[in-house]
């Protein structure tokens, strides 16, 4: 719900519980005066100017009363002395009026607003009785105790009828208070929201940032590197007289170069379409190792060992995995000898690159070589780890394992 909407909802609530209490009060007034005006027509001795006094100086305190219950927030204790404040001073108007009329108006009335403000509760149905029982002995006292029958035959019917009609009212009531309060917690739930909206928007912007920035590193960075190792063997080749072996790595060179177009072209695919494209891992793996072999004369031994239903984005990360672990061995490792071992054991598939070459301290690793990163990060997504172990002069092992189940991987 827009916030427009649960504004006008508050304020017209609001303001619809404000106009029915000053229409009670003022109605409230009316018949306060009306029964105000009927006492002194049809008692001409509360005409007397000291009775007369007496008289309306009771009836305001009795209209203050009245306004300070329902204009006031007060506790129940409060209510229940305000009431019995009340009560007195209806007793004593009813008692020096000796009016029928006055009676009943003025407990009823009261009645109804000691049920509206305790509600059907202990202190509301015992304050009734107490109202009951006043008006009672005020009857009785002008019309003869055996009269009561007829008292209670016109006054309890009455105040059985303004009871329900009270406590109906008073249900409404805190329905509209429960609306109110919904609404707030509506507002509070849609504020929440809308901040919740925004982090989640700001962290898939940062992994997006972060699997594109893996992707171009896999594909076009690690591509280029590799043609430059390439172009760097042949060069030697060249200088070296050895016309053939470099013709041999130049042809490399170009299906290295064909095969990062398509993996530039299939991450744009992927990027747009949000599918994936699965190949023959087996094949690619050999072929990577093949291109170490060949371009810079590092014999590489590979051992596979691979599920038979291995999930697509696994497969394009486990490529990702040896892809980087053998660039890495032929930049840095001036290494005589590497090796590739894919296994799968107890629900985990693990990668293993090594070399013999000069090692290296972990710990100080310089920024900006992503390629480690990357990895890292995929270990992470797919719920595995990535761990590097080397040290100068004892040659370097990768290891990347994740799990295979997806139980596992949560």
Partial sequence: MPNSWKTILKSSLRKDEDSQQVVWFWLLIAAVGFMYVWTLAQKPDMRQPGMLAIFTVLMLVHLALHWAVIALNLSTRTAVIVLLVQSVVVFTL???????????????????????????????????????????????????????????????????????????YSRQAEARERAQKLAAELEQANRQLSDYAAQIEDLTLSSERQRMARELHDTLAQGL???????????????????????????????????????????IDDLRSGRSASEDLARELTA???????????????????????PPDTGE??????????TNVARHAGAAHAW??????????????????????????????????GLQERARLLGGECQVQSAPGQGTLLRWCIPLNTEAAS
């Fill in 94 to 168: 009813v008692s020096i009026s000796a009016s029928e009329a006055l009676a009943v108006g003025l407990y009823l009335s009261l009645i109804g607003e000691t049920l509206g403000l305790l509600r059907v509760s202990y202190a509301g149905v015992g304050m009734t009785l107490f109202l009951l029982l006043l008006s009672g002995i005020n009857f009785g006292r002008f019309i003869g105790w055996g009269q009561l029958p007829i008292w209670a035959l016109m006054v309890l019917p009455l105040a059985a009828f303004v009871s329900v009609y009270v406590t109906l």
């Fill in 288 to 310: 990577e190792t093949h291109r170490l072999e060949t371009s810079l004369g590092i014999p590489c031994t590979l051992k596979l060992d691979l599920p038979e239903d291995l």
């Fill in 340 to 373: 590739v071992q894919v296994s799968s054991a107890d629900g985990c598939l693990c990668v293993e690159v090594r070399d013999d070459g000069r090692g290296f301290d972990p710990a100080e690793v310089a920024a900006g070589h992503y390629g480690l990163l």
């Fill in 317 to 326: 990360a486990l490529m990702r995995v040896v892809s980087e672990g053998l």
């Fill in 225 to 267: 590197a590799g043609l430059i190792l390439q172009l760097e063997a042949v060069d030697t080749h060249l200088a070296g007289g050895r016309a053939d072996r470099a013709q041999t790595i130049v042809q490399q060179a170009m299906e290295r170069a064909r095969g990062t177009l398509r993996d530039a072209r299939r991450v």
